[in-house]
């Protein structure tokens, strides 16, 4: 479970979050909708450990985050596929998901396992294993960025706009995958621009306006939701 209380921050001590306060329970997949520019990234860097709070409090399974290193927040289970993939483009698919593996390498039977299990969710990157990740197709490479945070055996996988710029096929595909993996027992944070596709498979919602939740509830009410209706889902 992950609360978030109170939490404010921001860039060169300008807050672009303020007092934010958001649960996601141990494996649900939670969605947070918002404009762009909401503070969704930002929250999620603070969730992570990229952005430091300048108030407020972040807990995971009974654990405070804010202070610990980014990759003790990763061994603590909280793994962070950042918006825009960010892969090595030159490096065999192969390398940029072992990449995600190192917090485990000291258990390399751990490791095999968890490389097997992205293999069986995404079995065209078995295929390309070898290739360099930049000449993947875009849906490829999303998959490669989502198979290299599961590399690190995450309870919470947080996924920021996984869909980003791809065709409505493949962002179909890319979102059945998040459900699996969520069905597989991992809990999920989830931003998405398609509010109906990302709340059709979350169990709850948040939505963020200008650094403030402004709503919140289960996926079905936020669904019902007329205010929802009209700002994200175009109804
Ligand atoms: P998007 O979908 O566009 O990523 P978002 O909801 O994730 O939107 P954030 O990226 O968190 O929103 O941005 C919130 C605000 O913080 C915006 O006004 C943005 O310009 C600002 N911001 C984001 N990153 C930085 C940064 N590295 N330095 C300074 N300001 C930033």
Do not use: W
Not at 98 to 127: A, C, I, K, N, S
Not at 157 to 162: A, F, K, R, V
Not at 198 to 205: E, F, M, N, S, V
Request: glycine share 12%; net charge neutral.
């Amino acid at each position: 479970m992950l609360t978030v209380r109170g939490l404010s921050a921001g860039y060169d001590a300008v807050d672009v979050l303020h007092a934010v306060d958001i649960t996601a329970r141990g494996g649900e997949l939670t969605v947070v909708l918002g404009a762009n520019g909401s503070g969704k990234t930002t929250m999620f860097r603070a969730i992570s450990g990229i952005v430091r709070p300048s108030a407020g409090d972040i807990e995971f399974d009974g654990r405070r985050l804010p202070g610990l290193a980014a990759d003790r927040i990763v061994k603590a289970g909280v793994a962070h596929c950042p918006e825009g993939r960010h892969l090595f483009a030159k490096m065999p698919v192969e390398k940029n998901l072992l990449l995600g593996g190192y917090v485990r390498r000291h258990d390399q039977r751990r490791v095999r396992q968890l490389l097997g299990r992205v293999y069986e969710l995404f079995p065209v990157l078995y295929d390309k294993r070898r290739n360099p990740a930049g000449t993947l197709s875009g849906g490829q490479q999303q998959m490669v960025a989502i198979g290299r945070a599961l590399m690190s055996d995450p309870s919470l996988l947080i996924l920021d706009e996984p869909s980003m710029g791809l065709a409505p096929l493949v962002t179909a595909q890319v979102l059945d995958v998040v459900a699996q993996i969520n069905r597989d027992g991992i809990g999920v944070l989830l931003a998405e621009q398609n509010a109906q596709a990302a709340l059709r498979i979350a169990h709850h919602g948040f939505v963020l306006a200008e650094g403030r939740v402004v709503l919140s509830g289960t996926a079905a009410d936020l669904l019902d939701d007329p205010d929802v209706r009209e700002a994200y889902l175009g109804l």
